[in-house]
């Protein structure tokens, strides 16, 4: 491109000059020398135009250089932006994987909590219907107890009423047998002796204040030393000792320990400042405590 823009201004330089020596051939020739200066003159101005063509050319070289650079920067550039567009992409597709994930983790994990609600619910209404047979299955067994206990209670009735009847049929034998003795000898009738007072020992203290275990013999159960009346009505006691009636609930019930300073666990002894006294209950055959027994404490 250099080679064009020269030859184009040195052709028109030669131009110029030829134009300008066919018309200073007409002239005179004193005007030849004038001419050829003023032709030297032109010739370095052109020399100098020239000079400032090949810099402006070179200029141009250089803009241009710099354009193909900024041109190539630019696809450069495109490129990097293409190459970060895909890796931005890749990233999208990435946490658009995870997200879904996450999201798909949630739900799941919200679908597991509300069957576990679920299960946990049917448990508890499972709980709830086996507390409400066994409350139903220990009220029918307590029924069933509680039929035992008024059996026993019963049997306890017959077997007493049966003692008494016992001994009364013997003492009939014994009269009869006395009377016909009296009437062999001709003697006069004697009267019935009177038993004596009768020793026994009660067992716990039951329900609301009652003895329903009567031993003859002093057992290990054996809590209350008694004395019944002849009839077997009434009856007074004392307790065998204080290991028997310590830590036994519903003790008070029978026992009344007077005293502020010691308490019946710490106690070493006791004296009965009055017997307790119990009522036969003719319905039941239990003993009723009609008063408990008082002792003072020792230490």
């Known amino acids: 491109m250099k080679i064009y823009v020269i030859s184009f201004l ?13 018309q200073t051939s007409s002239n005179s020739d004193k005007t030849n020398s004038s001419q050829i200066a003023a032709l030297v003159n032109e010739m ?11 810099k402006n050319i ?14 190539e920067n630019l696809k450069e550039n495109q490129n990097e932006k293409l190459e970060i567009h895909y890796w931005w992409l890749i990233g999208v597709i990435i946490v658009s994987i995870i997200v879904s994930i996450i999201v798909s983790t949630l739900i799941s994990m919200f679908i597991i909590k509300r069957v576990r609600y679920r299960v946990e619910d049917d448990i508890e209404r499972l709980h709830k219907a086996m ?43 014994l009269v009869h047998s006395q009377n016909e003795t009296t009437k062999e000898t001709s003697k006069p009738l004697t009267p019935r002796e009177i038993k004596p007072n009768k020793e026994g020992y ?5 329900g609301k204040g009652f003895f329903n ?14 004395c019944f009346n002849s009839a077997e009505t009434e009856a007074e006691f004392e307790p065998v000792n204080l290991n028997r009636i310590r830590s036994i609930d519903g003790i008070e019930k029978a026992v009344d320990y007077i005293d502020d300073e010691v ?3 710490d106690a070493s002894s006791f004296y009965v400042i009055e017997k307790g006294k119990v009522n036969k209950n003719k319905d039941s055959g239990t003993w009723d405590i009609k008063s408990p027994v008082k002792i003072k404490l020792k230490k």
């Open 263 to 265: 308490s019946l666990s």
């Open 44 to 54: 370095d101005s052109l020399k100098a135009q020239i000079k400032m063509a090949n």
């Open 131 to 173: 507390r409400r047979n066994n409350n139903d299955e220990l009220k029918n067994s307590n029924k069933k107890y509680a039929k035992i206990e008024s059996i026993e209670v019963n049997m306890v009735q017959l077997q007493n009423e049966l003692d008494r009847l016992t001994n009364e049929l013997n003492t009939a034998k």
């Open 213 to 226: 275990d009567v031993y003859n013999s002093n057992q290990d159960e054996c809590r209350f030393k008694v």
């Open 202 to 206: 009660f067992g716990m203290v039951k």
């Open 58 to 71: 070179e200029t141009f070289d250089l803009q241009i250089e710099k354009q193909n650079t900024v041109i």
């Open 10 to 22: 040195f052709s028109f330089c030669l131009c110029i000059m030829g134009c300008k020596a066919n």
